[in-house]
């Protein structure tokens, strides 16, 4: 399967616990990005990755953080859950940072209770 | 801050007919420019990227960039219901790698 998969698609989840969202691409791009969505405030940027082994800040990173371990996979983590966290996850990638195309994956439901 | 402007919409189009949807940035460096449909409940699909002044065509679908005026617009022929979407703008500045995006058009194609 060529592109990007996310799991899970939707959670419920109490607030203060641990939660970690998974992304994985098939397509050997370099840069990789999490946006969370939110009515009205469109696609924001959490926390994004250019190339393996490196990550950098977005528009709303707190409470968030994330790893690049290896080129396919771009897991997001939230520490402990708050109310406020509560949106549509995407995660994207693109061949490389610097204006290229991004892609999207199909998007994880997360709500905090 | 660097913005992307779009206007929330609803826009309405007859069946058949030219929707134009419009966007503009505030950044003078920006240098890469794209157009995103999103259907409800769906994640964003990349329709067009333009670099360059002037027209982009791909199909039904024509991408117009004014760098003058900041100002880049996407214009569907033929509307079709199942273009139906919100339409999001997004334009990357030089001088970071990331994209920032509009708040989207909501677009209606009425049969």
């Known amino acids: 399967i060529a592109g990007i998969t996310q799991a899970p698609t939707s959670q419920i989840l109490a607030a203060g616990r641990r939660m970690t969202l998974r992304c994985t691409q098939d397509m050997r791009h370099n840069a990789m990005y999490w946006y969370r969505q939110d009515l009205g405030l469109g696609l924001r940027l959490i926390h994004y990755s250019n190339t393996a082994g490196t990550t950098g800040k977005g528009e709303v990173p707190d409470g968030y953080s994330v790893s690049r371990a290896n080129t396919d996979d771009f897991p997001l983590t939230l520490a402990s859950a708050v109310p406020s966290q509560t949106s549509v996850y995407f995660c994207?990638?693109?061949?490389?940072?610097?204006?290229?195309?991004?892609?999207f994956g199909p998007g994880t439901r997360l709500t905090v209770t | 801050q660097k913005e992307v402007e779009q206007n929330s919409g609803p826009l309405s189009v007859p069946e058949g007919a030219i929707a134009s949807l419009n966007c503009t940035y505030s950044?003078?460096?920006?240098?890469?420019f794209f157009w995103y449909r999103q259907y409800s409940g769906k994640s964003p699909e990349l329709i067009m990227s333009i670099y360059s002044n002037g027209d982009k065509e791909d199909g039904r679908f024509t991408a117009q960039l004014n760098k003058a005026s900041q100002y880049v617009s996407l214009l569907i022929r033929d509307s079709q219901p199942s273009d139906s979407a919100t339409y999001l703008c997004?334009?990357?500045?030089?001088?970071?790698?990331?994209?920032?995006f509009g708040s989207g058009t909501r677009l209606s194609i009425r049969p």
């Open positions: 950044d003078r460096v920006s240098q890469s």
């Open positions: 994207a990638s693109s061949v490389n940072s610097g204006g290229y195309e991004q892609y």
């Open positions: 997004a334009d990357q500045y030089s001088s970071a790698s990331k994209i920032i």
